[in-house]
């Protein structure tokens, strides 16, 4: 069984003997662990050892309480995951070890939050980024890894890490797709059948937006249009589909490479959200 420390005083003894002697990994979870963040833990695993999971569902970055409330947690199933991943400890803290008293201190990242996610979920970047840096602040790894699926979110961490000096080298891994292309996410288990089918239309509108770039189509407005058309199925709400600049996350008028393109779709009740980059 692999060993779990639910106390940051507890992770932090576990540790001490490993500092000094190599590279401590990292990969930060909110839990409900699947293929996706397999392939994190076995990228660390190349790199790093030991190799540290956090499992916490943290509830500053929730804009809506219910989705908290509907978050999966099943502790006993991501423990087997990570062990059968190459994962040689996990940190797995309650809400009130991480946030011991009412929360008065924050980090905002500013400027790559206005748009996007971070513009339909107020406060949703200011909770990753601050549980990301307590996380960093107790493990202390050498190397963090995230998935490039929350693009926003990468950005954000990368950018925090800069301005605050973190000593961690931030690696970025690719997203993990289902055979469709849906990407991989502990969301897509709300799926019924039906939406599951009708959620990959996401991908597939992700996808002819870049055809349309590699063809050298490089205004978005028609990109938007041509390829959000895909989108228009029944049960689905768009909530955004743009194209962006990587270094700014902001929406661009031309298309031109390197460009994300970003969307985000409600499918019943459960938000999915997808990118892929256009170099």
Known sequence: MIPVEHTID?????????????SIGFVPTMGALHAGHARLIEVAREQCKPVVVSIFVNPLQFDQPEDFERYQRNLESDLALAANSGAQMVFAPSAP??????????VEVQGL?????GASRPGHFRGVATVVAKLFHIIQPDVALFGEKDAQQLAVIE????NLNFPVA?????????????????????????ERRTAVCLYHALTRARELIHAGERDSHTIREQAGALLLQPGVQIDYF????????????????????MGAIRV????????????
């Open 97 to 106: 070890e991480m946030y011991p008293s009412q929360a008065e201190t924050f």
């Open 10 to 22: 507890g992770i932090r003894k576990a540790l001490e003997p490993h500092r000094h002697r190599g």
């Open 268 to 279: 019943g009740a459960t938000r999915l959200i997808d990118n892929l980059l256009c170099r």
């Open 113 to 117: 939050t206005q748009h996007f996610c």
């Open 159 to 162: 950018r925090m890490v800069l």
């Open 170 to 194: 931030i690696v970025a891994v690719p997203t993990v797709r289902e055979p469709d292309g849906l990407a991989l996410s502990s969301r897509n288990a709300r799926l019924a059948p039906d």
């Open 242 to 261: 743009d194209v962006a600049d990587p270094k700014t996350m902001c929406p661009v008028s031309t298309a031109g490479p390197p460009v994300y393109v």
